[in-house]
């Protein structure tokens, strides 16, 4: 007997395996769920409507994370829900990240020196007068058409090439990569190639779709990485890896599996593209972490001191050795580490930012599910990574999710009456008191303002602290007694349950804004320098935390606000530039080679800027 | 239910499959058993006497093929009997050819030049003091240590380069080849590194197990190529390859199984050889069919005129991308090819044999199922390849087969008293009148002294007929009424039947002389030579058939005799010299390039000159 889930509002259709969640399911038909807890039913971010179809009974889980009035609604956790027959379901908290879609100025033409250029021969066929070998005539051919000398070929294309050779009459198109290896060859003038873009995030992996000769990207779309069921940072991600026996091969599955899937879809948006033959070159960046896992390199020497990659060097790989479904003659290609935790994508960043262009100093901050800092300064580049935890991606917070529809990603706060608005991702305007907005909860971008205004209402003190006299019935103790502010009444959320910022919330944001903070003023201090000319905030930084709001609370120096430039989602940005040139890799090795890594756990003095930085910042040094 | 056979004088056991005959048992369990017709049931040869068990009933072929005697004696042709039940046969017919036995030249040591070699090194394990990367450390150490700079790590090694340099306790031995590239590393000291060199033949593959660094052949052995089964020679291969839906994937598989076959029983040969970490490189030589298939390289261009090749250049290819099984990181490497059908076979002989070392000219003839021929004069390399048949491999001849034992390899024949004697492989001394000498039919060099002693005695003229009034009762004719000339009578055969050579055995044999003796005309008057300083006589030539003999039935010219020089099996010699050297290579590379192939089969002269050269050679022309 098959079951067949179809989701809405896409209509993607798909046979469920016996055993699988509609979460599950949901991620094999590129129908990305937001779920903070990788569906082990804790977290009741996965809602779905039931619209047609019947439904097992609840599960316990559903029955404790939803209210009574949504599961009369036909409300659903996606991850408990094993369809029993054909069922409709409606995605609420859809996940499709905001970073990566194809905005006009991701998809203007950039300059561009690829590795991979077509070049078209019309060649004499084997006769009397001419009598070399095939792969022999082919060189011939671009040597003497195109001056290109001493080409090597691929070798599944030379176990094709005689067959596509005559079948082309011919007159061939051949794919040269690196002016020195023949990895394509289609019959007649050129077509369009391709390269994909990978940002390979803890918890997003961004794809790029870009025509290389004319350095246009014609597809975009992020998707969440499926590693999170393993865990939610690289710290979980290493010790799944190496606690199970097959860990780090479910890891590296996982994440391929993804990146193929991904692939196609880019693919089908632009239309007329066959991934398995115009797509030549992948390029990859990640985190340390990401790097290695979607590779298949061990990370054991990440689990302990001195955190020790198994390499760091830019990689050249054939994209079938690593699994990726591109032509079968195509690289995978990554960009190097700097050392330790911070890896390609901080590389990817800094080659997009290029702080060293404008001269003088700079500081680049790049937040993910971690926290990465370089400091730019008279030719050295120190670099560190902040265990922030997730905190700004809205994770391992009371009330967080993903940013994705249903999430508040703006707050403001009344110093005078403490009535709290907000902006819900997916719905229009600011809220009204009472209206329903359909938030299901809190994004990073919306926890850092609302702590921000919590602190400058007074809603907390200096040192965190819910103050005890405040006055508005927002201001509460929670059923086990802990102080927690309300950011949206349940009958303005999809939930019906009230969202809050709780005092274990605010304690969270401290750790991670500290851990942030302390690292920026370590790398400063080894640096010699006070501040920096210029800040580039990139990530959810760049593209969605308020400066002024993470300034109150200390996630950003005072002085840094004003210096503020948003890099935007810079590590996509940088893997695609490399993508598109070979010019931007060498540049990204040279950088590399030249970064310094400092391994701030270990650092004399973070641990005492640490817990200097727990405090907010006194009035006055943020304004 | 299982089924065993078991090989005897060997002893070797091996379960069979379901609908397999003992034939491919025995290929499978490395017995190699001669089969003329490659297991079609039409030779004969591959007799097998039953020693224990109840065999099926006989095939018509059996019936056919075995004398009433051999029957009762329990004698069966393996090529037929699908074993019911356990059974213990005799091999009688091996068809272990005697080139590649490890001779104490063989084995000798050559000057050495490996493209894989082993540096130790002991590195500092990551700490506080230096926190490289795994593979930087292990590069850096390497570049301290060794001089070696700019090294990239072999990706299968990569991956498991953590755990290696861990276990080993930073203690290690890495395997760099050509100086730029990790694709080995060990714990601790180094150990001793391994190449094998395939010299792939249409008939027969001998393989070589050398030690790298030392040039040490540690052991020798040869085997008949499976793809016997697909046809005889290079033409019946491409047919097979063209016109069956998986011809040449049946056809690559079969020749990479006997490959590693003959991989793990060179190991264990040696002993302590681990073949899939030791063994780094493998070197393929072949003709241009052979070499062809092996590397899965689409043949269609060599069934057409002008015969046009997928490649000539020299390759170097992951061996898993081949499908052989040595180190994951090992490479197959193969020589270049001359051109059309002349393959790396014949340039492997030219590297041993080296003809430009003297100056002056030089002919190198090459037998093998074809016939290769290079002319060398003055910087210049003519080469053409002749469709000879496998006459002089004992093949298509009416009581032909390989080389092994049993095979006639010597004849003489009286020519006063027409008598015959002969030598038997595998039986000592010379035959006595009607002595069992176990005969089972004739190799290639027993036909060609057969013909010759024929032409000497008289008993066939000038134009190969047999003369019609020979008194001897050896001199008769057929049931058909064919006449025939018989060297072994039945009572000294092990097959109970006479051995004869008949009038379509001479013809086979005049037109494969023919061929050869034409192509080495056309190839000397393309070079301007009468006759050149020196001959170089190689594969089957140079180890067996008696120049004298050769020489009478104008296989080889008159003038030839006294210059001749035996080259042995030149193309596995050069097979394992270049295995052995960089510096081979190059230089196979260079002498390839300057190889002219003169396709015979369009050559103006050809075709006069291979009908002027089917008669016999009148007596003083060859003494």
């Not at 937001?34 to 889980?61: D, I």
């Not at 029993?84 to 990240?97: G, I, M, R």
């Not at 005092?503 to 920096?532: F, I, M, P, Y």
Request: proline share 5%.
């Amino acid at each position: 007997m098959s079951i067949t889930i179809t989701f809405h509002p896409s209509g993607k259709t798909i046979e469920v395996s016996e055993g699988e969640t509609v979460l599950d399911a949901a991620a094999r038909a590129g129908e990305a769920i937001n779920s903070e807890c990788g569906g082990l039913g804790t977290c009741g971010k996965c809602v779905v409507k039931v619209v047609a179809g019947t439904p097992p009974p609840l599960s316990a889980s559903e029955r404790e994370l939803l209210s009574a009035d949504r599961i009369s609604d036909g409300f659903r956790l996606a991850c408990e829900l094993l369809p029993t027959s054909d069922l409709k379901v409606l995605v609420l908290n859809a996940a499709q990240p905001r970073a990566a879609t194809l905005s006009e100025e991701t998809a203007r033409s950039a300059g561009t020196d690829p590795a991979v250029r077509n070049y078209h021969i019309e060649l004499e066929a084997p006769g009397e007068s001419y009598v070399a070998a095939d792969r022999e005539r082919l060189l011939e051919g671009l040597a003497t058409t195109h001056g290109l000398e001493g080409l090597s070929v691929s070798y599944p294309l030379l176990k094709r090439l005689p067959h596509t050779l005559r079948d082309a009459g011919w007159n061939v198109t051949a794919a040269v990569r690196h002016g020195n290896e023949v990895i394509g060859l289609v019959p007649g003038s050129p077509r369009p190639i391709y390269g994909v873009a990978f940002d390979l995030g803890t918890t997003t992996i961004a794809g790029y779709l870009v025509e290389l000769e004319k350095g246009e990207t014609v597809a975009a779309e992020s998707i969440l990485n499926p590693q999170a069921r393993y865990g939610g940072d690289v710290i979980a991600r290493i010790s799944h890896a190496l606690d199970n026996p097959d860990g780090a091969v479910s890891l590296k599955a996982a994440v391929i599996g993804a990146l193929n899937g991904l692939s196609g879809r880019l693919a089908k948006t632009a239309g007329g593209v066959a991934v398995k033959e115009d797509i030549v070159e992948a390029m990859i960046v990640g985190n340390t972490t990401m790097h290695h896992l979607a590779l298949g390199l061990p990370v054991g020497g990440l689990g302990v001191y001195p955190f020790t990659p198994a390499l760091v060097c830019p990689m050249e790989v054939p994209a079938a050795e690593v699994g990726l479904h591109i032509n079968e003659c195509g690289y995978v290609v990554t960009l190097p580490l700097a050392g330790g935790f911070v890896g390609a994508d901080t590389v990817a960043a800094l080659l997009a930012v290029d702080p060293e262009e404008k001269g003088g100093s700079s500081l680049l901050i790049d937040i993910g599910t971690n926290g990465e800092i370089v400091v730019a300064h008279e030719g050295r580049l120190l670099c560190a990574s902040c265990a922030t935890g997730p905190a700004f991606e809205g994770a391992k917070i009371s009330h967080g999710m993903r940013a994705g529809i249903g999430a508040i990603e703006k707050v403001m706060i009344d110093p005078e009456t403490l009535e709290a608005s907000y902006r819900v991702i997916g719905s229009p305007g600011w809220s009204v008191p009472s209206g329903f907005t359909g938030a299901l909860g809190l994004c990073g971008s919306g926890v850092v303002d609302a702590v921000a205004g919590m602190y400058l209402a007074g809603i907390i003190d200096v040192r965190g602290a819910f103050v005890p006299d405040s006055v508005s019935p927002r201001v509460r103790t929670d059923e086990s007694g802990q102080p927690e502010y309300v950011i949206a009444w349940g009958q303005e959320t999809a939930t019906g349950h009230d969202i809050t910022i709780t005092q274990e919330d605010v304690r969270a944001v401290q750790l991670a804004k500290a851990a942030l903070s302390a690292g920026v003023k370590v790398l400063l201090n080894e640096a010699g320098l006070e501040r920096t000319d210029r800040v580039y905030l990139a990530g959810a930084f760049g593209n969605f935390i308020d400066p002024k709001s993470a300034a109150v609370i200390g996630l950003l120096p005072g002085w840094a606000t004003e210096r503020a430039v948003s890099a935007g989602n810079a590590a996509g940005e940088g893997a695609r530039a490399a993508l598109l040139s070979v010019g931007s890799r060498e540049k990204a090795k040279e950088m590399s080679a030249r970064m310094r890594h400092i391994e701030l756990s270990v650092h004399p003095e973070f641990q005492g800027l640490f817990l200097e930085s727990i405090n907010f910042p006194l009035p006055g040094a943020f304004s």
